[in-house]
């Protein structure tokens, strides 16, 4: 029995994992006492590891399907598929009849982070869709049109804030987003317990709003009203901070005041102008905000808002506010100040707007069924499964059913991979080093963690790396080396940088002195090593790279988090675009909404700490207990609807029905009613012993692919007006 070290790639909150290896399997799973992140915290997901590793129903061996029958190939046959199949594809109809998905889990491997977004060029079609439009697009418009780049988003400064508001996030269910902090449960009790306070807006007593001081119950989709009250009331009394551009939102904010949104949002005024008071008032304070307010109508506007608040309070970037992380693999040196664009093409179908270089995933079906010039033939699924996860997602599922060719990257055979004609599939993540590209820039302390692979892959067998670069030339259909390509093109900008520590060097040298067992390990090395904390290859001597973060398992701390705004802002201007013209025109659709009140009950998401989207179901330490794909609702709705606890309801919106069980309870709030997502298991075709017999139903059979925020294309997943009746 040995123990190594890994960090979780489940959820956002990236903690270490101390594995015990047994015989060669990880057969356990514990928190890393050691770990300077994580500290030992780890929750029900990260201790099921061993679980997930050995899942029988985990696919090992590529897999090619001919009708109903799949078997089993080698990686060379299932290469060779791939590879005239895609090929054949661009042949017929043009490389823009590819169509790629890039699914949440390619933020959780070293593979999505290194190679996912090159591998969607090398398609060399604009049909570039991911998870991100279903989650956080709204967040990178605002954060793109403010900051002038889309990635620099501010995170709360937990360990040192003394007042947080929480709007549309259950971190302690969810581990936190967009917000990377191991713990997060026991740091928002600590900021109570140094005598902060805690506010948390939601149509749900989460286990968060249980731990906060007030809970206040919002109507979904109006959190961007409550927030032009708080800044309303911030001018109003004389409380705002007045960088350029305040005038420019207080004229905006005009209409917003705290009693005209009340009856919309459903916060009595006095609170909202409470809120306003203490959030100015506070030593330092942070708005933070998440999944309730992103996939909202009103998405971006809401997104916007948080950071204008934390502006006018005076808390951007400053300790204790909400601050810009700096990750160890982000280049030294300088930096362009091209700023941020969207809408620079459209989609074919329903014209909506490219954002950071993809389109809405809502309308891959669109694309896929709409014939015509670029019509969608072939689809390169990696880490996803829209099928669940996109609104309207079981039509997508039936134009899945028709296209030309179909590949996915992934280790299980589900509701979206059945549609594919070969599946290859990553080794479990024992097998693969792990470094977090993504999570480094939004985590609320600044670390280095490196883990190497804790398992040896069999002979022959490629790890996720290796399988996108593969498909990466594939796609291309040029015989170069991706990796080489990448790498050469980064020393070549560095040594050219007269800011860079490698200014005026040999780039040929440099790229030879680059230690990693793999293509993607050299460029990690290199990125660390000409990174903010990097050695400088000799020229920071004691700084990062590849090596040490080998000798340091459980991690380097790089300390809290510094005030570095100047060095964040690409905005032409060089300075924040408070009042951007893009987002005061969408001001005047949620002006509109003021008029109208909706009635009628409203469907809203929600997590549980042993779920994880739609995958981790097949596992039985985590569908343990009581059915978790429930419909909430509040006592007084299901008395007056006729419902009955445990007993199954009819729940149908325009888009479609679903039959489902009832949980009458008074976490949610009247008049509205809560399912989670990522259920409606059990399809034929499928590989999932234990989720088929815990298969639930889909959220989104419910949810509508036309509604959009329409400055982000981002879904709205959050309040669908449903009917509810007995099943
Ligand atoms: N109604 C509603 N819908 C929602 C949401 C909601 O709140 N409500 N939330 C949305 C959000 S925030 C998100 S992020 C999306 C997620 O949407 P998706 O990313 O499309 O879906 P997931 O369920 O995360 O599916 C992940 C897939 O990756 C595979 N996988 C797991 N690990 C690996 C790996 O290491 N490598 C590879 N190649 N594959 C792997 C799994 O088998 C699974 O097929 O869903 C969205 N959909
Ligand atoms: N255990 C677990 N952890 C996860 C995941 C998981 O599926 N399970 N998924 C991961 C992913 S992909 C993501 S993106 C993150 C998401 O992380 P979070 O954003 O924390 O996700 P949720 O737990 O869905 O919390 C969203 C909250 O918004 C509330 N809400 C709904 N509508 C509204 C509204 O209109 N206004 C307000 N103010 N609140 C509203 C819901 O009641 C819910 O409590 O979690 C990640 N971590
Ligand atoms: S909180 Fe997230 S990162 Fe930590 S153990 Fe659980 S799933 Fe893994
Ligand atoms: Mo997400």
């Given at each position: 029995?040995?123990?190594?070290?890994?960090?979780?790639?489940?959820?956002?909150?990236?903690?270490?994992?101390?594995?015990?290896?047994?015989?060669?399997?990880?057969?356990?799973?514990?928190?890393?006492?050691?770990?300077?992140?994580?500290?030992?915290?780890?929750?029900?997901?990260?201790?099921?590891?061993?679980?997930?590793?050995?899942?029988?129903?985990?696919?090992?061996?590529?897999?090619?399907?001919?009708?109903?029958?799949?078997?089993?190939?080698?990686?060379?046959?299932?290469?060779?598929?791939?590879?005239?199949?895609?090929?054949?594809?661009?042949?017929?109809?043009?490389?823009?009849?590819?169509?790629?998905?890039?699914?949440?889990?390619?933020?959780?491997?070293?593979?999505?982070?290194?190679?996912?977004?090159?591998?969607?060029?090398?398609?060399?079609?604009?049909?570039?869709?991911?998870?991100?439009?279903?989650?956080?697009?709204?967040?990178?418009?605002s954060?793109?049109l403010l900051?002038?780049?889309?990635?620099?988003?501010?995170?709360?400064?937990?360990?040192?804030?003394?007042?947080?508001?929480?709007?549309?996030?259950?971190?302690?269910?969810?581990?936190?987003?967009?917000?990377?902090?191991?713990?997060?449960?026991?740091?928002?009790?600590?900021?109570?317990?140094?005598?902060?306070?805690?506010?948390?807006?939601?149509?749900?007593?989460?286990?968060?709003?249980?731990?906060?001081?007030?809970?206040?119950?919002?109507?979904?989709?109006?959190d961007a009203y409550l927030l032009f009250g708080i800044v309303h009331t911030l001018f109003e009394?004389?409380?705002a901070?007045r960088p350029e551009g305040a005038g420019d939102v207080e004229g905006l904010s005009g209409g917003f005041a705290p009693?005209a949104v009340?009856?919309?949002?459903?916060?009595?005024?006095?609170?909202?102008?409470?809120?306003a008071?203490?959030?100015?008032?506070?030593?330092?304070?942070?708005?933070?905000?998440?999944?309730?307010?992103?996939?909202?109508?009103f998405?971006t506007i809401t997104s916007w808002l948080v950071d204008v608040v934390?502006i006018l309070?005076?808390?951007?970037?400053?300790?204790?506010?909400?601050?810009?992380?700096?990750?160890?693999?982000?280049?030294?040196?300088?930096?362009?100040?091209?700023?941020?664009?969207?809408?620079?093409?459209?989609?074919?179908?329903?014209?909506?707007?490219?954002?950071?270089?993809?389109?809405?995933?809502?309308?891959?079906?669109?694309?896929?069924?709409?014939?015509?010039?670029?019509?969608?033939?072939?689809?390169?699924?990696?880490?996803?499964?829209?099928?669940?996860?996109?609104?309207?997602?079981?039509?997508?599922?039936?134009?899945?059913?028709?296209?030309?060719?179909?590949?996915?990257?992934?280790?299980?055979?589900?509701?979206?991979?059945?549609?594919?004609?070969?599946?290859?599939?990553?080794?479990?993540?024992?097998?693969?080093?792990?470094?977090?590209?993504?999570?480094?820039?939004?985590?609320?302390?600044?670390?280095?963690?490196?883990?190497?692979?804790?398992?040896?892959?069999?002979?022959?067998?490629?790890?996720?790396?290796?399988?996108?670069?593969?498909?990466?030339?594939?796609?291309?259909?040029?015989?170069?080396?991706?990796?080489?390509?990448?790498?050469?093109?980064?020393?070549?900008?560095?040594?050219?940088?007269?800011?860079?520590?490698?200014?005026?060097?040999?780039?040929?040298?440099?790229?030879?002195?680059?230690?990693?067992?793999?293509?993607?390990?050299?460029?990690?090395?290199?990125?660390?090593?000409?990174?903010?904390?990097?050695?400088?290859?000799?020229?920071?001597?004691?700084?990062?790279?590849?090596?040490?973060?080998?000798?340091?398992?459980?991690?380097?701390?790089?300390?809290?988090?510094?005030?570095?705004?100047?060095?964040?802002?690409?905005?032409?201007?060089?300075?924040i675009e408070l009042c951007p013209p893009e987002i005061a025109e969408d001001v005047t659709r949620l002006r509109e909404g003021l008029?109208?009140?909706?009635?009628?009950?409203?469907?809203?998401?929600?997590?549980?700490?042993?779920?994880?989207?739609?995958?981790?179901?097949?596992?039985?330490?985590?569908?343990?207990?009581?059915?978790?794909?429930?419909?909430?609702?509040?006592?007084?709705?299901?008395?007056?609807?006729?419902?009955?606890?445990?007993?199954?309801?009819?729940?149908?919106?325009?888009?479609?029905?679903?039959?489902?069980?009832?949980?009458?309870?008074?976490?949610?709030?009247?008049?509205?009613?809560?399912?989670?997502?990522?259920?409606?298991?059990?399809?034929?075709?499928?590989?999932?012993?234990?989720?088929?017999?815990?298969?639930?139903?889909?959220?989104?059979?419910?949810?509508?692919?036309?509604?959009?925020?329409?400055l982000?294309?981002?879904?709205?997943?959050?309040?669908?007006?449903?009917?509810?009746?007995?099943?």
């Amino acid at each position: 029995m040995t123990t190594a070290y890994r960090i979780c790639p489940f959820c956002e909150a990236t903690c270490g994992l101390e594995l015990t290896i047994t015989d060669g399997r990880v057969t356990g799973a514990r928190g890393d006492k050691d770990d300077v992140f994580s500290r030992g915290f780890i929750c029900p997901k990260g201790a099921t590891f061993d679980e997930l590793e050995n899942d029988p129903d985990r696919l090992r061996r590529p897999m090619v399907r001919t009708g109903a029958d799949w078997r089993e190939v080698t990686w060379d046959e299932a290469f060779a598929v791939v590879e005239r199949e895609l090929t054949g594809v661009a042949e017929r109809h043009g490389p823009q009849s590819r169509a790629i998905y890039l699914g949440n889990p390619n933020a959780h491997t070293l593979a999505g982070g290194l190679y996912a977004r090159g591998l969607a060029k090398a398609l060399g079609s604009t049909n570039v869709y991911s998870a991100s439009t279903v989650d956080q697009m709204p967040k990178h418009v605002s954060s793109g049109l403010l900051f002038g780049d889309s990635l620099a988003i501010p995170v709360p400064d937990l360990d040192r804030t003394s007042y947080l508001l929480i709007l549309g996030a259950n971190p302690v269910d969810s581990g936190g987003s967009l917000c990377t902090a191991a713990d997060f449960p026991g740091k928002l009790k600590a900021l109570r317990a140094r005598g902060g306070t805690l506010v948390v807006v939601d149509p749900r007593r989460t286990r968060t709003a249980r731990l906060a001081d007030r809970h206040f119950g919002i109507r979904p989709g109006t959190d961007a009203y409550l927030l032009f009250g708080i800044v309303h009331t911030l001018f109003e009394e004389g409380l705002a901070e007045r960088p350029e551009g305040a005038g420019d939102v207080e004229g905006l904010s005009g209409g917003f005041a705290p009693e005209a949104v009340e009856d919309v949002c459903g916060v009595p005024a006095a609170e909202i102008r409470r809120l306003a008071r203490e959030l100015a008032a506070a030593p330092s304070a942070a708005v933070y905000a998440r999944i309730g307010t992103s996939t909202a109508e009103f998405g971006t506007i809401t997104s916007w808002l948080v950071d204008v608040v934390n502006i006018l309070t005076g808390n951007l970037d400053r300790p204790g506010g909400a601050m810009f992380p700096l990750a160890p693999h982000r280049p030294a040196g300088t930096r362009s100040r091209r700023g941020f664009r969207l809408g620079r093409w459209h989609s074919r179908v329903r014209k909506l707007p490219e954002i950071r270089g993809e389109l809405p995933a809502a309308t891959l079906v669109d694309e896929i069924v709409t014939t015509g010039e670029g019509q969608v033939r072939a689809l390169v699924t990696v880490a996803g499964n829209p099928v669940l996860s996109t609104p309207g997602g079981d039509r997508l599922g039936e134009a899945l059913g028709d296209l030309e060719f179909m590949v996915s990257v992934d280790p299980y055979l589900n509701e979206t991979t059945r549609h594919a004609h070969v599946i290859l599939p990553p080794p479990p993540p024992s097998r693969s080093g792990h470094y977090d590209i993504a999570f480094g820039d939004l985590a609320v302390r600044n670390t280095a963690r490196y883990s190497p692979p804790v398992l040896p892959l069999a002979d022959g067998e490629p790890d996720e790396c290796a399988i996108l670069a593969r498909l990466t030339r594939i796609a291309s259909g040029k015989d170069a080396d991706v990796d080489e390509v990448i790498m050469t093109r980064l020393v070549r900008a560095a040594t050219a940088d007269p800011a860079s520590p490698v200014h005026g060097e040999d780039p040929a040298d440099l790229l030879g002195r680059l230690t990693g067992d793999t293509p993607a390990l050299r460029r990690l090395d290199l990125m660390l090593r000409l990174g903010a904390y990097g050695d400088g290859f000799g020229a920071a001597p004691g700084g990062l790279s590849l090596e040490a973060l080998r000798n340091a398992p459980h991690g380097i701390d790089l300390g809290p988090l510094r005030p570095r705004l100047d060095d964040v802002l690409r905005t032409p201007s060089g300075r924040i675009e408070l009042c951007p013209p893009e987002i005061a025109e969408d001001v005047t659709r949620l002006r509109e909404g003021l008029a109208g009140r909706r009635a009628g009950l409203v469907l809203i998401g929600r997590r549980h700490l042993r779920s994880n989207n739609s995958w981790m179901h097949n596992l039985p330490g985590l569908v343990r207990g009581s059915n978790r794909c429930t419909l909430q609702i509040h006592p007084d709705d299901a008395e007056r609807l006729g419902l009955t606890d445990a007993r199954p309801a009819e729940v149908t919106s325009g888009t479609g029905a679903v039959e489902v069980e009832v949980e009458i309870t008074e976490e949610v709030m009247p008049g509205v009613v809560s399912l989670p997502h990522g259920w409606g298991h059990g399809r034929p075709g499928t590989r999932g012993t234990v989720a088929a017999a815990h298969a639930g139903v889909s959220a989104n059979t419910l949810t509508d692919p036309l509604a959009l925020d329409p400055l982000s294309g981002n879904a709205v997943l959050n309040g669908i007006p449903v009917r509810v009746r007995p099943a």
